[in-house]
Each structure stands twice: as structure tokens, then as C-alpha cells.
């Protein structure tokens, strides 16, 4: 960024990244259109979970009128209302891109936020508001890392909230005086806690992110003022130090986090097992009819993070190890289909499988993504070991591996020549504008239904 003093506060110094004149670079302009698409399309996919059904029915009896799009709907209301159903689809499925540095799912609140204010934000400075947020959310995650992870907190709604603001205060040409008004009244609500793993508050926590960094800019806009220093007032109660403070203050050169796209609609700490599992399923003769054993071996934090033993609905199910691990080996692929009320009711009546083992191992590395998988029959063996997942910076996805994921996704919802209209049109410059007709179902369909016949409980 062009300032080189330290800022007065950390709420300073994002305000002042929302408005700086750093260009955005094609490469992370494509890395935000992708991301974008990807959001939109684990949206629709999902608009059958729990949470999605019980966020339209919110919407749908709050009676709200206005220009932002709920996505896959014929239904127009408030930008805050949109924000938030859009945000609980956007996370749903736990398929929405994450950014791995802070564990934080940004693009579940950001992009909502900016699409639910789309109408009044031009084409071009949707995606480089994005960049602009992805920035600021930079600073974030050098203070709200892991650690605050491991105390409870889910960096996702801290991080997201604040990022959501500024890529909403860039998008809209706002003063460095108001958009650090909406950084101060957004902390009054940036909090998302992984309490609610398991439930239909996990995703809606993303929702209710993007709902707050909405209003928040739009109570700025209409005068509304906070403190100064409100955001270093939150990270002191989170924990973190006057140094890690003061270090915040003075960044003058900071990339956009990453967003890397998830290839498996689960929590991401069990995506090196999975694919170490599907490695070995593809060429084991016979399986998964043979009699085996398979033995997993990670990170002691992923078991505790992933810890439903066996799942009793969909939302345990994304966060629980053994199934997701026994359905990668029985099926031979981990798409969203196996995290409907019928499959996990199906896996619940049988009880997790005795043939799999997994174990935390102290001597891997407590933050990283290595897994060990050996699978054993009577007369063979075989072992793989990932380091890095697959999908993460390290070995992102193959643009080939992207588009089928959204294209799947857009396949399960509208059919397969639908499917291809959407792949056309959420691409290039004008997405983030396009999203709301585009993903209007030809005729009314089970999206629809959900908002339309679920005004009352």
C-alpha cells in the first residue's frame, strides 16, 4: 500500500487498504472470479440443507421487497435479507473455497455481501473490491490465526465481516472516514464460534457475517460512527497482543490471502485422507467388496476438529472423520449427495465401520496436512502419504478440476444444458452482477418452493 506510517489503529490501517490505489494483478483477478463462481455454485447445490430452507423461511416471513437476488430464486429483497440467505447457502455444503492461512472461509461472506449491493457497485470494481478485501483480511489473519482456532473462535466471521466491509467500501467509492465507521460497527458482530459444528448455525454463522458487514456499511453511508479503535478493542479480547497489535498497524505491503477451492464437500482437515483413500481405492482390485483394513494417521487436531464419531444428520456428518473416510472407500468418490438426510439416516442405522482405524500422530507436524493411509487384506498391502492436500496452495486445482466442480454442481440443480448456460455466464468481467438472473430457474423449482411455501414454520 502507498502509506508508510504506522496507523493510529488496526481499524485505521484496513480502512486505509480499502481505499489505497494498489492495482489489482490479473492473476489474483481470476483468482476472485473463480472463487465467485465456485460460491454461487456450492450455493445452489445446497439450497436443500437445513440451514438454507430455514434462512428462506426467515426471508420469505420478513416480508422484505428490494433489488438484491436470492441466488436460484424469482425472489428480490433487501440487501441485508440477501446477504444473509446467500451467505448460509454459500456455506451449507462446507464446499465453498477456504483461505488456509487463517482457516477462514472468506468467500461465504464476502461475495454475497458485495452481490447483495451489486446494483449500486460497476463490474469493474466488484472483483477489485474483492482483491482490495482479501487484503485487508490479510492483515486480519497475521493476528486471528490458528491459535484463536484452537481457543473456539471461527476466524472465518471475524476475518470475513471486516473483509466483507472493505471490499463492499472500495466496490462503492466510500471515504477511508466512513468504511472505518463500518469496520468499528461490524465488530460489535464479528464472532463466529466452532460450538456450533454440527448444527444448522455452522453455516448460518456465515450468513449473519454477511447480513452485518451489509448494514454496517449502510448505517456508515447514513452517518452512523464508532469508535476509532473498536476492531483493536475486539482483538484484545480475543487474546492477542499490544505487539501483534502494534505490528498490524504498521503493514505497508500486504497480498490478498489465497482462496483455494475445496474438492470435497467436508470440513478440509480430512481432504489429504480422503484423497490418499481414493488414490489406493482406484487400483485395489475388488473394492471395496474385499475384506480390509484401513488404518489412518494424522494430525491429533484434525480427529479433535472433525470429532461426530458417526453422524445423526448432515451438518455432524461434514465433520465427522470416520464418515466421510468410509464413505470415500465404499463409493469410491465423496460428492454432496452423500450428506442428505436419506444417505446419513442410511449410514446410521449400520454404525461406523469396524474395518477403520484412524489415530492422531504426535509426530506430525500439529498444523499441517500430512495423512498416512495403509489399507490391508489378506494377502496385500498398500500405503500412500499425502503432505499437502490437494486443492490447497501448495497443489491448487487444475482449472480443469474447477470447472467440473462447479459444472457438477450446476448439473445436480438445473440439468446438464442449464448447467452450461451458467458456466457461460458466470465468467469474465460483470459475474458478481450476473449471478442474480442467472441462477433464476427457468421454472419455478425446488428453490423456489422452499421460499415461497415456507413463509410459517
Known amino acids: 500500500m502507498n502509506a508508510s506510517s504506522t496507523a ?168 477511508e472516514a466512513v468504511i472505518s465507521d463500518a469496520i468499528g460497527l461490524v465488530s460489535i458482530q464479528a464472532l463466529g464460534l466452532r460450538a456450533h459444528t454440527g448444527t444448522t448455525a455452522k453455516p448460518m454463522q456465515s450468513g449473519l457475517a454477511a447480513a452485518a458487514a451489509v448494514r454496517c456499511v449502510q448505517l456508515a453511508m447514513d452517518g452512523a460512527s464508532s469508535g476509532s479503535d473498536a476492531l483493536d478493542a475486539l482483538m484484545a479480547l480475543f487474546g492477542i497482543t499490544n505487539d501483534a497489535i502494534e505490528a498490524a498497524r504498521a503493514v505497508t505491503d500486504v497480498d490478498p490471502l489465497t482462496l483455494s477451492i475445496k474438492l470435497y464437500p467436508t470440513c478440509g482437515a480430512a481432504h489429504s485422507a480422503i484423497e490418499a483413500i481414493l488414490a489406493i481405492r482406484e487400483q485395489w482390485p475388488d473394492s471395496p467388496e474385499c475384506s480390509v483394513t484401513v488404518s489412518v494417521r494424522l494430525p491429533p487436531r484434525v480427529p479433535k476438529a472433525m470429532h461426530f464419531t458417526w453422524p445423526t444428520n448432515p451438518d455432524q456428518a461434514r465433520f465427522s472423520l470416520t464418515y466421510c473416510l468410509a464413505v470415500a472407500w465404499e463409493k469410491g468418490s465423496v460428492e454432496p449427495s452423500d450428506f442428505t438426510a436419506e444417505a446419513v439416516g442410511r449410514a446410521a442405522a449400520s454404525g461406523p465401520p469396524e474395518w477403520l482405524t484412524i489415530s492422531g500422530d504426535e509426530t506430525l507436524d500439529a498444523d499441517g496436512e500430512q495423512c498416512h493411509v495403509t489399507v490391508t487384506s489378506e494377502n496385500r498391502t498398500s500405503d500412500r502419504s499425502i503432505e499437502f492436500r490437494y486443492g490447497y496452495p501448495q497443489r ?57 411455501e415456507m413463509s410459517t414454520p
Not at 490505489?21 to 492473476?27: I, K, L, Q, R, W
Not at 487444475?398 to 452450461?420: L, M, N, P, Q
Open 396 to 452: 491448487p486445482l487444475s482449472v480443469a478440476d474447477i470447472d467440473a466442480k462447479a459444472r457438477r454442481c450446476f448439473d445436480a440443480t438445473y440439468g446438464a444444458e442449464r448447467a452450461e448456460e451458467l458456466m457461460a455466464m458466470l465468467a469474465g468481467p460483470g459475474l458478481v452482477h450476473r449471478i442474480g438472473p442467472a441462477t433464476t430457474p427457468v421454472q419455478p423449482r425446488a428453490i423456489d418452493h422452499t421460499i415461497s
Open 8 to 175: 493510529a489503529s488496526v481499524q485505521a490501517r484496513l480502512a486505509a487498504i480499502a481505499v489505497d490505489d494498489v492495482a489489482s494483478t490479473a492473476e489474483q483477478r481470476t483468482m476472485v472470479e473463480y472463487s465467485i463462481r465456485d460460491a454461487v455454485a456450492v450455493a445452489v447445490a445446497g439450497h436443500a440443507q437445513q440451514s438454507v430452507v430455514v434462512a428462506m423461511r426467515n426471508a420469505a416471513g420478513s416480508g422484505s421487497v428490494g433489488p438484491a437476488w436470492l441466488w436460484g430464486t424469482h425472489t428480490q429483497v433487501d440487501p441485508v435479507t440477501a446477504a444473509f440467505v446467500n451467505g448460509t447457502m454459500v456455506q451449507a455444503l462446507e464446499f465453498d473455497d477456504i483461505a488456509s492461512a487463517p482457516a477462514a472461509h472468506m468467500s461465504s461472506v464476502i461475495v454475497p455481501a458485495v452481490a447483495a449491493l451489486s446494483d449500486r457497485i460497476d463490474t469493474a470494481s466488484a472483483v477489485d473490491g474483492i482483491v482490495h478485501g482479501l487484503r485487508a483480511g490479510s492483515v486480519l489473519s497475521g493476528l486471528i490465526s490458528r491459535e484463536a482456532y484452537r481457543r473456539g473462535l471461527q476466524p472465518t466471521h471475524t476475518i470475513g465481516s471486516v473483509a466483507a466491509v472493505c471490499a463492499i467500501g472500495y466496490g462503492l467509492g466510500l471515504s
